[in-house]
């Protein structure tokens, strides 16, 4: 998983409401990004991947 760049990566709230988690550079990951969130069941959020400044392109995304 990853990007060839520097991400941003932030949750939102279902429907793009209020910012639940986000982060620039993970430990370990260099530049690349990493959030926890504790989820209830049918609970809604929207993923968001950045790019810090004027980064851009492809990433890959991993779930657990």
Not at 24 to 31: P, R, S
Not at 36 to 52: C, E, K, S
């Amino acid at each position: 998983a990853g990007s060839a760049y520097a991400t941003l990566l932030y949750a939102l709230a279902g429907g793009g409401g209020a910012e639940r988690a986000g982060n620039a550079d993970a430990a370990g990951l260099g530049v690349q990004s990493e959030i926890t969130l504790n989820l209830a069941a049918g609970q809604t959020v929207v993923l968001v991947v950045d790019g810090f400044g004027s980064n851009s392109g492809a990433f890959t995304l991993a779930a657990q």
